[in-house]
């Protein structure tokens, strides 16, 4: 059974830093790539930072510099560490595991900006 467990959500005030972790089982962790979209109430889910299995990342334009994605292979852990936070960047955020057609997502978590 596969399962992507996020975890380090919570509240910040703007300006603060946060780090996500999805622990990853049930898959051939190393063979994915592994992204972080998230999703706010009445906005589409986008994606925020994808890694892939080589290591290469990619960022949404408005968290660049900002946010860094890493993975550890060993762990099965994927993490989104978030810097200079701000209230736009309010949402729910979900791992995503992608291997060829496979497609697989975590349940998300909460992160809320806001003084």
């Known amino acids: 059974q596969v399962q992507l467990a996020e975890s380090g959500g919570g509240l910040v005030q703007p300006g603060g830093s946060l780090r996500l972790s999805c622990a990853a089982s049930?898959?051939?962790?190393?063979?994915?790539?592994m992204g972080w979209y998230r999703q706010a109430p009445g906005k589409q889910r986008e994606l925020v930072a994808q890694?892939?299995?080589?290591?290469?990342?990619n960022y949404e334009d408005s968290v660049k510099g900002r946010f860094t994605i890493s993975r550890d292979n060993a762990k099965n852990t994927v993490y989104l560490q978030m810097n200079s936070l701000k209230p736009e960047d309010t949402a729910v955020y979900l791992c995503?595991?992608?291997?060829?057609?496979?497609?697989?997502w975590g349940q998300g978590t909460q992160v809320t900006v806001s003084s």
């Open positions: 995503n595991a992608v291997y060829t057609t496979l497609r697989y």
């Open positions: 049930g898959i051939t962790f190393r063979v994915y790539a």
């Open positions: 890694i892939t299995a080589g290591g290469s990342t």
